[in-house]
């Protein structure tokens, strides 16, 4: 480090914590120009962090806390003279997302199915114009939306999801939100469930 006063040499740990603290003797060093020992001052000593969750003293090298509560994550960002009243809700937003992709993605199969049922613009059937390959994917994707699920969620109306009569599946998103508030567990395994079939076939 220089500045008007002159350089200065910075020592800094990789190691965060207390067991990243730096430990110099002074007494095996000196300045060569003069012949006198260096000086030395220590900027920030390496300390870990302390905090206290439902009554237990915890420490942690770490200002990021992973191990405290189990799934949580907690960023230490200052102290606090009073208690810090910590709300852990489950990620809706996250799933509603990932099953509004879900059914974007199974829309996007249908309609592929479905291209290959009809003609092209020159009036050309598509390569597998009549196959009943088609029919059978078809109905197999749509089984597995509506396969039997061992949850109290027992039909995808529940969470919202919903297939027309040209097996085009929709999503209402306020449902799933609803019935992720109101069961989430039984929604996340039903996901799951339907994941699982729908991959299962794809890979068929």
């Not at 020592?11 to 067991?19: N, P």
């Not at 002074?26 to 060093?29: E, G, P, Q, V």
């Not at 405290?68 to 907690?74: D, K, L, N, R």
């Given at each position: 480090v220089t500045d008007s006063t002159g350089s200065r040499l910075s020592?800094?740990?990789?190691?965060?914590?207390?067991?990243g603290q730096i430990t110099v003797d002074?007494?095996?060093?000196s300045n060569s120009a003069t012949g006198g020992a260096l000086s030395l001052v220590a900027g920030q000593p390496g300390q870990d962090a302390q905090l206290t969750v439902d009554g237990i003293q915890i420490t942690s090298a770490s200002n990021t806390i992973t191990s405290?509560?189990?799934?949580?994550?907690?960023q230490l960002l200052g102290k606090s003279a009073t208690p810090v009243q910590v709300e852990i809700d489950n990620d809706t937003s996250s799933v509603v997302?990932?099953?509004?992709?879900m059914v974007k993605d199974y829309n996007a199969v249908i309609s592929a199915l479905s291209t290959q049922e009809g003609k092209d613009a020159s009036g050309n059937a598509e390569p597998l114009y009549g196959s009943p390959v088609i029919s059978q994917l078809q109905q197999m994707l749509a089984g597995a939306l509506n396969a039997t699920s061992g949850t109290s969620l027992t039909s995808i109306t529940q969470i919202g999801l919903s297939l027309n009569s040209n097996g085009v599946l929709s999503l209402d998103s306020d449902q799933l939100t609803t019935a992720l508030n109101d069961n989430?567990?039984?929604v996340q395994?039903?996901?799951e469930e339907h994941t699982s079939e729908l991959q299962s076939h794809h890979d068929l």
């Open positions: 020592l800094i740990s990789q190691t965060s914590g207390a067991a002074s007494n095996a060093l405290a509560i189990s799934g949580v994550t907690m997302n990932a099953v509004s992709t989430y567990p039984g395994a039903r996901s």
